[in-house]
């Protein structure tokens, strides 16, 4: 049973530039969280998704945005890239068990 | 806000050493508790958790962590650490009751190194 699965798990953008991240939720789990987790940081909550639609949002600006799709699977895209942006991100699902299965992220740097 | 409070950024210990991993959150109503490891090069995963009943968890790998109410904190113990507990810790918190919907706060992590 496949966990949770993230692509890509490492890439280099520049600033200004776009980046789309993918993530394939646990079998059997619908809802897909994303996260953000800077250097010697605990991850932030960008935003979840359930029904192909966002039911919750952190505190991120417009420019992160995510989609959905039938087969829950999930994508967070990032605009007008900053240096800031340069993080681990990490898609989470779950179930109303209490726990969260984390795939291994995907490294983002910005030049 | 909600907020989570990890007191320690880096514990070093011998092997065989007690272990205590401070945690403290803000919020004051129903909350639910976490404790989350990551060890080097894996993904974070689940060793602990409360909802309700017991104060007193037990999690993976001989861990247990204590629910203060009214101190606001939910440490983490082990009695006895071992070399492969090398790793980064996480407390985190949810509000209300739990559901698949609920936001994860997660505090900003204690990195423990085990020295053999």
């Known amino acids: 049973d496949a966990g949770v699965t993230q692509s890509p798990t490492h890439l280099i953008k520049t600033r200004g530039q776009q980046v789309t991240l993918r993530c394939s939720p646990k079998s059997g789990h619908d809802t897909v969280s994303w996260y953000q987790q800077a250097l010697g940081q605990g991850p932030q909550f960008i935003f979840q998704y359930y029904e192909e639609e966002e039911r919750q949002r952190g505190n991120f600006p417009d420019r992160f945005s995510g989609h959905q799709f039938p087969n829950y699977s999930s994508e967070l895209n990032v605009n007008a890239l900053l240096l800031g942006d340069s993080a681990l991100y990490l898609c989470?699902?779950?179930?109303?068990?209490?726990?969260?299965?984390f795939g291994e992220g995907s490294r983002l740097t910005v030049l | 806000a909600q907020s989570v409070s990890q007191h320690n950024h880096h514990v070093i210990l011998s092997e065989a050493a007690s272990l205590e991993l401070g945690c403290n959150y803000s919020?004051?109503?129903?909350?639910?508790l976490f404790w989350y490891v990551q060890y080097p090069g894996q993904h974070l995963q689940l060793l602990l958790k409360?909802?309700?009943?017991?104060?007193l968890v037990k999690g993976i790998k001989g861990f247990e962590a204590e629910f203060i109410k009214s101190k606001f904190s939910f440490n983490l113990r082990k009695p006895s650490v071992q070399w492969s507990d090398t790793a980064e810790y996480f407390c985190a918190v949810t509000r209300g009751l739990y559901s698949s919907a609920s936001k994860i706060i997660f505090g900003s992590g204690t990195r423990l190194s085990i020295r053999p």
């Open positions: 919020y004051g109503g129903t909350v639910n």
């Open positions: 409360y909802f309700s009943g017991d104060p």
């Open positions: 989470a699902s779950g179930t109303n068990t209490g726990e969260l299965f």
